[in-house]
């Protein structure tokens, strides 16, 4: 069943994909498309979100059909539509969208005229030069349309760091939660926080004894829909959402060693083992060893201690100089939770956060913050409870005696106001002119022309009391 919002978002995506191919209606095409942009980038689950009673025809594009959508498809797991798109064209047509260079228009004739339907197919009509004498296409196009299949073969998909983080903390509490487990850690390229991963590499200790039940009970999670593979120690897997998980069960003693190992990346391990050798040590996942003996391994800074390193931090770890800065003590400061002063965007649960005023002025203090701005959503959008000026006001008088009564920190009066179609801001100058600053930000008509909505933008930026612009890609 559809958990995540990226789930119901790819369900848009492929219907678009596939009514592009039927040619559809082009309204009803970029219907489909919004929503799956919408849906995917919504901070809240979607699950949750109807658990709580919300009404989703209140995201922006979001008619009762599309709703309606989303509530089967959380609900049953199946989106109908889809189902019987897949009955009408096959469903490996969607992978052919995939290749560079083409778009459902040659897709469409690929498969009406040479019955093109899998990548393979396409491969084959390629080599053999029938896909040239397809009207609109050409010996040029062939080669590309060739070039484009061989290089996709050897590029796997890659997810996105914060989608692979919605499976990852999903996977991440269910198997902590399995008895005998004792920690649980996803390594990788996940762990040194790479804007992509090709797929999740999860890092167990449990005793020996526990270690074919945990890796029984991974396989049969229930978002699993292949297994890779399986051992006492060890399995791969892939999820429902194409993203496959790795899965390593280790010995406590060996803990730092395998995090080491199985971070990353292959290069840094190499670069690493490499100087190890250099003073007759050997590394591999289970420790790091002089002759058969064990001197170190079981936390990562015990490893680097035996090659005469400081600790180096997984973001750093790519062999492009940490090795040498480390060595020479130059290792750069990473930017940590503490070194942030402040946090210029926060809800409320006046509109769609989930704590208070109060507590959110606290948890800031706690974190170290010297400043807060409050910047609630404005009414427009309704579907947040976007506030109206009396309810702004009297937001702004609360965070005066917030602020006569809190020491530390300085909360700041602000919102974030949405920008309108033609770039009005969504408040009055008399209710803005109160605020210590104010966010703008675009949460509707996605589908303006580049220059209808760059105009836009630039007249709100003009606007004398405008200060920042939020989340400029999109809602
Ligand atoms: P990815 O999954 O493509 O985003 O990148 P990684 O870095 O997560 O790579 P992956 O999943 O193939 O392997 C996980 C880690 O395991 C990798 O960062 C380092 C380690 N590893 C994998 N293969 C080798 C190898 O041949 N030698 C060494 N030293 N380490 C390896
Ligand atoms: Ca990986
Ligand atoms: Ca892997």
Redesign the pocket.
Known sequence: MPKHNADIAAIFEEIADLLEIQSANPFRIRAYRNAARIVGELSQEVPRLLEQGGDLTELPGIGDDLAAKIKEIVSSGHCSLLDRLHTELPPAVTGLLKIPGLGPKRVKALYHDLDVQTIEQLHRAARDGRIRALPGFGEKTENNILQAIEAHANQAQ?FKLAMAAQYAEALEKFLTAIPGVVRVTV????R?M?E????L?ILLVAPATASSQVVQRFTTYDEVVEILSAGPARASVILKCGLQV?LRVVKEESYGAALH??????AH??AI?RLAQQSGLKINEYGVFRNDTRIAGETEASVYAAVGLPYIPPELRENRGEIAAARAGRLPCLVEQGDLRGDLHVHTKATDGHNSLREMALAGLANGFEYLAITEHSRRLAFAHGLNPLQLERQCDEIDQLNAELKGITLLKSIEVDILEDGNLDLPDSVLARLDMVVGAVHSSFNLSRAKQTQRILRAMQHPYFTLLAHPPGA
Not at 187 to 190: D, E
Not at 196 to 199: I, K, L, N
């Open positions: 890659r390594a990788g390229s996940y040194r790479r992509t991963v090709g797929d590499d790795d190992y199985f971070t990353g990346s292959k391990n190499i083992r």
